[in-house]
């Protein structure tokens, strides 16, 4: 009796060996046929609407042989389309020897639908992968055939509209910008590429940008500082495209982006979650998030964005330096000769008709052009006192050379107000540094 139960149980155990051996047969080396891959998509040339049915519908159409999203009011992204097209047209894959409910076809979540011009559909459906995990299991509905295909071909099916739209913000090329304008709810930063100087003048302004707002005079935007705001077009993407347009709320925050014949302005509102904020473009329905880290370039106070030089021209640009002071009187003359190309310059300068030594003038100098003023002002006394005054005069060939003039205001013991080119003051300095650079030219002027 023993030994019939054993027989029994034994049998038993090899039949479900045998089932299981069976079922892995099936998931792992159901590349009947003689793994022979065979095109799913038949007579794709003929194909003429491509619809994705799965949480959102995505349809394409082609037109005059190219292939457009349908019902989207945005640009589409022509390499990610084309990809996908490809991607279809060569879909290939091995016979599968499953039913359908074995590999999640029976209520698949993701559906392919080709159609041709008369109507005619081919219908492909998504399952499970495989246990490897590197194909996945579809269905050609009209064949009733299912084959394993590779895995980066199935996942390259967009399963929204904006997986093949070009999430690029700003359409406008960095090297086409002409003006830039922030408004940040607190102040109005207007950048500019035009140069208020003379092109030998410019030579010395490394970034090529300059703040025509909100200061009263104009001043060079620093190259670092350009360079990310220019660079960061790239970065400024829509993260996520975002259903309730009521989230984008207030929009103090706008950026204006302008070239030749085309501006856009980008308007960012509320805090999103993830470090984003919401936001859209100026005309436009659509609400999206962008990253706080692509707005960072954008975000600074005007007073961190341009370079706090005092005044910058180059020294083979300075026709004559004036420099007025209780203490001191100078009156500096430059002559300069230039190669045809202006590339090379050999300078000389004098003081009351004496020469003075180049290369210790060029150190002093030096000193000089690199004053930066320390803070933007604010309460200012309501009498000042003139105390110093500085006056480039520069070297342009042209008709009238310009000539900038820097009024040093005596505002208390330790700063002066900067009123420069008598358009008013926008910041203050140390007296201590603007003296410093004094005694450095007296120690080398004859």
């Known amino acids: ?7 029994i149980w034994l049998v038993l155990g090899i039949i479900a060996i045998v089932a299981l051996l069976f079922i892995i047969s099936n998931q792992t080396d159901s590349e009947k046929n003689d793994n022979k891959n065979v095109a799913i998509v038949k007579d794709f040339k ?82 499970q992968t495989n246990v490897n995990g590197d194909k996945y299991y579809i269905e050609h509905h009209e064949t009733e055939t299912i084959y394993l295909v590779d895995r980066t071909d199935i996942e390259t099916i967009p399963l929204n509209v904006n997986s093949l739209l070009d999430n690029q913000i700003i359409s406008i090329n960095a090297k086409e910008l002409e003006k830039i304008d922030i408004e940040n709810g607190t102040e109005t930063i207007q950048l500019r590429n035009d140069s208020p100087f003379t092109e030998r003048e410019s030579l010395a302004h490394i970034s090529g940008w300059y703040m025509y707002q909100p200061y009263k005079s104009v001043y060079s935007v620093a190259f670092s500082k350009m360079e990310a705001i220019l660079g960061g077009l790239e970065g400024l993407t829509k993260t996520q495209v975002v259903e309730d347009a009521t989230k984008l709320g207030k929009t103090d925050f706008k950026i204006t982006f302008q070239a030749k014949d085309q501006s856009e302005t980008l308007l960012i509102g509320e805090p999103a979650a993830n470090q984003q904020y919401y936001a859209k473009l100026e ?23 341009i370079d706090h030089f005092v005044h910058i021209l180059p020294l083979n640009a300075v026709k004559e330096l004036k420099i007025q002071s209780n203490e001191y009187h ?16 050999e300078s000389s300068f004098i ?6 030594r180049l290369i210790d003038w060029r150190e002093a100098y030096q000193t000089l052009a690199g004053l930066t003023f320390d803070e933007v002002v604010e309460d200012l006394p309501q009498e000042m006192e003139r105390e110093l005054m500085i006056q480039y005069t520069a070297d342009t ?25 008598n358009e008013g003051i926008d910041f203050i300095i140390e007296k201590d540094k603007v003296y410093q650079a004094l ?6 002027l004859p």
């Open 351 to 356: 003081i009351n008709d004496k020469p003075i």
């Open 46 to 127: 003929e194909i003429t609407s491509i619809k994705v049915l799965a949480d959102k519908k995505v349809e394409l159409k082609k037109e005059s042989d190219q292939w457009r999203l349908q019902g989207v009011g945005r640009e589409q992204n022509n390499e990610k389309v084309s990809h996908f097209v490809e991607t279809m047209q060569g879909l290939q894959g091995v016979e599968a020897n499953v039913k359908p409910n074995e590999v999640s076809l029976q209520f698949p979540e993701v559906t392919v639908v080709f159609a041709d011009e008369d109507g005619d559909k081919q219908r492909v459906s998504v399952g």
């Open 283 to 305: 005309g436009e329905d659509e609400v999206f998030t962008v990253t706080t880290e692509a707005l960072e370039p954008y975000s600074h106070p005007s007073f961190d964005l």
């Open 397 to 421: 060939d042209q008709e009238q050379d310009p000539t900038y003039s820097l009024e040093f205001l005596s505002m208390d013991d330790k700063y002066f107000a900067l009123n420069k080119n």
């Open 439 to 444: 005694e450095a030219l007296a120690n080398v």
């Open 330 to 345: 100078w009156t500096v003359l430059g002559e300069h000769k230039r190669s045809e190309d202006e590339e090379e310059t």
């Open 1 to 7: 009796m023993k030994k019939h139960k054993f027989i």
